[in-house]
């Protein structure tokens, strides 16, 4: 039998501080495989542009990992806030670019764009099942009737907005984050499904059910005379 609730917003704090606690040894983990996957793939890549670009990019990554690091925290708990507080459409469009600008993008930073797209579409197929189940817990402990998937601060667009952010402020070139979206998304996927459980698990010890999700009534048909 479940325990009774928790309060609904100390909570769902608790949630949020511990992500926001946790963030960095996330993305940790996540640099630490991608590392991996871009070495592997510069020793077997037979193409001179190609393992001379992977080489930068690790070089670079090596240089900027410390300030990733310490930036991600700041910039998740930046999205989390845009998310509480209905403003992250806002958030969004100051880190995407519009499709019409792309053609005047130089190559690197168009490339960059078209693996960070590869990347949220890794991402968010990987976390797609427990990410649904969470929002189903987010939305008890905000104390919603109903499921709001919106209302989630730890969606995977969330964790992605951050790190675009974190390399703005590293002030990481277009060709090295062209590079390391290539190959974070299957590490950044993995990381989050374990965060999703944890925090499943979080507020279920808590004393929370998952609600369910609306489902649209069926439309009502009349037999003809």
Same mark, same amino acid.
């Given at each position: ?55 930068? &990019?690790?070089?670079? $990554?090596?240089?900027?990992? %410390? =300030?990733? /690091?310490? *930036? ?39 490339? &960059?764009?078209?693996? $960070?797209?590869?990347?949220? %579409? =890794?991402? /968010?197929? *990987? ?99």
């Amino acid at each position: 039998m479940s325990s009774q609730p928790d309060s609904f917003s100390n909570a769902f704090e608790d949630c949020i501080q511990e992500s926001v606690k946790t963030s960095s040894a996330l993305l940790t983990q996540v640099l630490v495989i991608g590392r991996r996957s871009m070495a592997e793939t510069r020793l077997n890549t037979p193409s001179p542009d190609q393992m001379l670009a992977l080489h930068n &990019a690790l070089h670079t $990554l090596v240089k900027h990992e %410390h =300030s990733l /690091i310490n *930036a991600f925290p700041i910039e998740l708990k930046k999205q989390f806030d845009a998310v509480l507080n209905g403003t992250q459409g806002t958030m969004e469009r100051r880190v995407e670019v519009p499709f019409n600008k792309l053609t005047i993008m130089q190559d690197h930073e168009f490339s &960059a764009q078209m693996a $960070l797209s590869q990347l949220r %579409h =890794s991402v /968010i197929g *990987a976390t797609e099942v427990d990410c649904a189940l969470l929002n189903s817990y987010t939305s008890a402990a905000q104390g919603l009737t109903r499921v709001r998937p919106e209302s989630n601060p730890f969606q995977p667009e969330s964790y992605i907005r951050a790190i675009q952010q974190s390399f703005e402020v590293a002030d990481v070139d277009f060709q090295a984050r062209q590079m390391w979206f290539q190959h974070m998304g299957m590490p950044l996927g993995n990381e989050l499904v374990l965060l999703y459980k944890s925090l499943i698990q979080r507020l279920t010890s808590r004393g929370f059910e998952p609600i369910n999700y609306a489902m649209p009534r069926p439309k009502e048909h009349t037999l003809p005379d």
